[in-house]
């Protein structure tokens, strides 16, 4: 009886364990890097559809930081389901919703440094998560309305690099993980492609915790190339 009570004590701290940040973890392709060059005024938006499915509306809205490193977004949603589903949690997935809106058909999250789900995002490190995990880098939805905004470093406006979020999509969790809604970004303003051959592709940097190094490792290559097989 005595280890029976010990095993499942054991198996509740490893679940408890499980979902806590672990300072360091990283991806296999190292931190993601800071996205510098953004074109000026470029905007991509999702607004989730109306559904009968669901009550939550809103949209996600990123714009190219006026300095051209990451992305500014406002996040306004709206009509959450019972607070008992919560908190919720909203992530880039690296597909886009396909024709028949199932969310299911965005695939994972956007993740090119190949960081994974496990263990959870630790806020203070934005740069050893998701590239895709915004309400872990920046917090979960904890309130209807919901309204926010914040610069995300390590999201691109421009086509080619694989943290590029444009032809991707926002989905919306419950607390549990299931995928409630779904919206494709499209370009609101600005021009995401490079044109007559002059202007540079956006440049990665990688993150220390507050000054970035102007080197650009194998990672960010890797990364970059990863973009056309998506």
Same mark, same amino acid.
């Given at each position: 009886?005595?280890?029976?009570?010990?095993?499942?004590?054991?198996?509740?701290?490893?679940? $408890?364990? %499980?979902?806590?940040?672990?300072? *360091? #973890?990283?991806?296999? !392709?190292? @931190?993601?890097?800071?996205? =510098?060059?953004? /074109?000026?005024?470029?905007?991509?938006?999702?607004?989730?559809?109306?559904?009968?499915?669901?009550?939550?509306?809103?949209?996600?809205?990123?714009?190219?930081?006026?300095?051209?490193?990451?992305?500014?977004?406002?996040?306004?949603?709206?009509?959450?389901?019972?607070?008992?589903?919560?908190?919720?949690?909203?992530?880039?997935?690296?597909?886009? $919703?396909? %024709?028949?809106?199932?969310?299911? *058909? #965005?695939?994972?999250? !956007?993740? @090119?440094?190949?960081?994974? =789900?496990?263990? /959870?995002?630790?806020?203070?490190?934005?740069?050893?998560?998701?590239?895709?995990?915004?309400?872990?880098?920046?917090?979960?939805?904890?309130?209807?309305?919901?309204?926010?905004?914040?610069?995300?470093?390590?999201?691109?406006?421009?086509?080619?690099?694989?943290?590029?979020?444009?032809?991707?999509?926002?989905?919306?969790?419950?607390?549990?993980?299931?995928?409630?809604?779904?919206?494709?970004?499209?370009?609101?303003?600005?021009?995401?492609?490079?044109?007559?051959?002059?202007?540079?592709?956006?440049?990665?940097?990688?993150?220390?915790?507050?000054?970035?190094?102007?080197?650009?490792?194998?990672?960010?290559?890797?990364?970059?190339?990863?973009?056309?097989?998506?």
């Amino acid at each position: 009886m005595h280890s029976s009570f010990i095993a499942a004590a054991l198996t509740g701290l490893a679940v $408890v364990h %499980a979902a806590l940040p672990v300072p *360091g #973890t990283t991806g296999a !392709l190292g @931190p993601a890097e800071i996205v =510098e060059g953004n /074109p000026a005024g470029v905007t991509y938006t999702a607004i989730l559809p109306n559904k009968n499915t669901t009550s939550i509306r809103g949209y996600v809205a990123g714009t190219s930081a006026s300095n051209g490193t990451g992305v500014n977004f406002n996040i306004n949603l709206y009509g959450f389901p019972s607070a008992d589903l919560g908190p919720f949690i909203y992530h880039i997935h690296d597909q886009p $919703v396909p %024709a028949d809106g199932n969310c299911t *058909g #965005t695939k994972a999250h !956007l993740d @090119p440094y190949i960081r994974g =789900e496990t263990p /959870p995002c630790d806020n203070k490190d934005p740069a050893n998560c998701q590239v895709g995990d915004l309400s872990g880098k920046h917090g979960n939805i904890t309130s209807s309305p919901f309204q926010t905004t914040y610069l995300d470093l390590y999201l691109s406006t421009v086509h080619g690099p694989a943290s590029f979020f444009g032809n991707r999509s926002i989905v919306v969790h419950s607390n549990n993980a299931t995928r409630l809604t779904c919206a494709n970004f499209t370009l609101i303003a600005g021009n995401s492609t490079i044109t007559g051959g002059t202007a540079p592709s956006p440049k990665s940097t990688a993150y220390t915790g507050g000054a970035a190094t102007k080197l650009v490792n194998i990672g960010a290559i890797i990364a970059g190339l990863m973009a056309f097989v998506l």
